[in-house]
């Protein structure tokens, strides 16, 4: 079974500008969950997706935001990008009910100068 | 608010044993985990603990107590691959089983030396 991929895996992008990154889960796997991380904050939850709506938010401001389509796909997109948006975005897949384990993606980089 | 606390690094020798401790103080709690990330690649899950007590699952074991807001994993047989960070991480979702809202510790990295 294939791996929760992300696309892409690195970006470079400067202030001001928007992006959008996107996740494919697990197959069979209906809930995507969205983290940044930095040296500084460490792991920090953004948001989770679960049959196309947005089930749980995480403490960030309205400039992140995210979606999720019917095959479970899920893109975040980051709009008026700051210095410090920069960092590993990674997303997480999971069954979304019951308990099961979250598999992470490999991430992608975002780099804002 | 949420406050989870785990020591920044830590040592240990091949073959030895380690206890890596996280201790949280939270509103609400669904459950906690356990995730390893090597430098430079995604959290990998270890364990999840939900009821008090210990959880075994080879040379990874993990310990959970609500009422202290403590738990612990240990890692036996230390071997060299062992060496990275280890996430301890609180659920706090309330939108129904299998719905997670994680918040992470800052993680220990630990080094395993010969």
């Known amino acids: 079974k294939a791996g929760v991929t992300q696309t892409p895996r690195y970006l470079i992008k400067t202030r001001g500008q928007q992006v959008t990154l996107s996740c494919s889960p697990i197959s069979g796997h209906r809930s995507v969950s969205w983290y940044q991380q930095t040296p500084g904050q460490g792991l920090q939850f953004l948001f989770e997706y679960f049959s196309e709506t947005q089930r749980n938010k995480g403490n960030f401001p309205g400039r992140f935001s995210g979606r999720q389509f019917s095959n479970s796909r899920s893109e975040m997109n980051v709009s008026t990008l700051e210095l410090g948006d920069s960092a590993l975005y990674l997303c997480?897949?999971?069954?979304?009910?019951?308990?099961?384990?979250?598999?992470f993606g490999p991430g992608t980089r975002l780099t804002v100068t | 608010g949420q406050n989870i606390d785990q020591p920044t690094e830590m040592t240990a020798t091949e073959g030895a044993i380690v206890q890596i401790n996280c201790t949280y103080q939270t509103s609400g709690f669904n459950g906690l985990f356990w995730y390893q990330q090597h430098a430079g690649e995604a959290p990998t899950f270890l364990s999840y603990n939900v009821l008090d007590g210990l959880e075994e699952k080879g040379r990874f074991s993990s310990f959970l107590s609500r009422s202290k807001g403590y738990s612990y994993l240990l890692l036996k047989e230390l071997q060299m691959k062992d060496s990275a960070s280890y996430l301890c991480?609180?659920?706090?979702?309330?939108?129904?089983?299998?719905?997670?809202?994680?918040?992470f510790g800052k993680g220990t990295k630990l080094s395993v030396i010969p």
């Open positions: 991480a609180v659920d706090l979702a309330y939108s129904g089983a299998g719905s997670y809202q994680l918040t």
């Open positions: 997480a897949s999971s069954l979304g009910t019951g308990v099961g384990e979250q598999y």
